[in-house]
């Protein structure tokens, strides 16, 4: 299938637990994502990986998300039936009683037509690169080097929804 969904103005939102496994999603996920709430509960969050999206970008989001940080970044997901969908993405945690993470909300919202192929050139370099077996971080931080700007700079800097959606959450 391989077609682009559009995304709304109603968010899209999944929660999951400490190891990515799927607690909740709302109606908006499911109708995008062509998912059941049942069939997504219990089941990790990476079942929504595109392919075209390089392991790098996880695995700052992971480093970042477990030490109590907020993440924000932009990407591509898979649906059910092998479309996708681009999305600005930001990633909350609930803290236990214990100040450990219990529990993380992805909240995605749509992106402007130019920020996807920006992000889909790095994205297909990044890929090409963990393909050849090299350290994909060391071009991406050289890479954001050359612009100035950290990830979530970046991140910022080409969602066009900044003012409305990344901004806001910024400390």
Known sequence: MNKEIKLGKIPLIT??????????????????????????????????????????????????????????????????????YWAASKITITLDHSNFPSEFTATRYPIAKSVKKELSELYLKLLNIEKDGMDSEVYLNTYLEGK?????????????????FFSKFKS
């Open 148 to 164: 100035g700007l950290s990830f979530e700079e970046y991140m910022y800097k080409l969602s066009s929804i900044k003012d409305s």
């Open 15 to 84: 929660k999951t637990d400490y190891k990515g496994i799927i607690t909740f999603t709302n109606s908006e996920f499911q109708k995008i994502s062509g998912y059941s709430a049942e069939e997504c509960l219990g089941k990790n969050h990476n079942i929504l990986r595109h392919p075209d999206m390089p392991k790098i970008i996880f695995k700052k989001l992971w480093n970042t998300i477990k030490d109590n940080k907020e993440f924000y970044f932009i990407l591509k997901s898979k649906t059910k039936n092998g479309n996708f």
